[in-house]
């Protein structure tokens, strides 16, 4: 053991001892091997998590950088592309078919969002319970989510179908007439959102159930001794308390609602690239690739994927300056 003597304030010799090394340590490196350890220990980090970076860079950051440029450019399938400007962005101001697209997008958000998320939350709150074979619920709820857009869009296709669908024939038993579910603007928007309801509403039940089981049961046993029911309870203290995760499952929705692809394709057939022979329940996801697939309007198409990009960010910023209003107003 190495001994070492230092001065004190005073002048006076103190001693001091370090500590022992052990047998097999070999000490610092020394000389090369020393700068090869400060470099392992600096870079591997960063080597780490290069793949992430180079994959995003390869498959999204170029592609979104790629299509701004070709938003300002006048391109066709198999031809070079004619800088344009603006002049993209200026046709889809003034062209019918995009607004229709884009109020469809809308509509479409709003009957598959809104329910989806309330029935998601009262599902929550019955699985919240001590419920018989509660595992099992769970994993039927999510069974939705794990199938495909393709098989469940083809079997609600066939409920919806408006000459030998179940649904035409259960609303027969009530006196609805003849439904067109295909043809009709609102039946085939309706009949889109159920499938979307259908595949999300208990992936958004479990997000909730996660959130209901992290709250306090003090909270619940202070307001049941205050005489609260289990339905205010549920609105005193549930739902203030998973708040953040309803913000955070409405901004995911709202974002999955604006990308809304596969299903109106899939409900429509051979004509569901266009949304429908009127048109009637094509999205703004359908609306590009009409125009880059079918047209070949490649700058066209980047425009609109551009414009569903500005509409997320605002969508994304609107719902921000909530949350933080709401936080200010709870801290207040």
Known sequence: MATSVRATSDGSPRSSRTAPRLSGDPGPPAGWRAKLFRLDTKASPYVYIAPFFLCFAAFGLFPLIYTGWLSFNEVQLGTHATWVGARNYRELWDNSFFWGALRNTFTLGVISTVPQLLMALGLAHLLN????????????????????????????????????????????????????????????????????????????????LAAMQAVPADLYEAAALDGASRWRQFISVTIPSIRPTIFFTIIVSTIGATQLFGEPLMFGGTVGYSGGTDHQYQTLSLYMYDKGWQIGELGQASAVAWVMLLILLLIGAVQLLVMRANRRKLGG
Do not use: E
């Not at 030998?164 to 309706?190: C, D, E, F, R």
């Open 129 to 208: 319970y001590k419920l018989r074979a509660r595992g099992f619920f769970r994993v039927a709820i999510l069974a939705p989510y794990a199938t495909s857009i393709a098989a469940a869009t083809l079997v609600f296709v066939q409920l919806f179908n408006p000459d030998y669908g179940m649904i035409n024939q259960l609303l027969g038993h009530v006196g609805i007439g003849h439904v067109q579910w295909s043809s009709s603007k609102w039946p085939a928007q309706i009949a889109i959102s159920a499938i979307v309801t259908w595949r999300w509403t208990g992936y958004n039940a479990l997000i909730y």
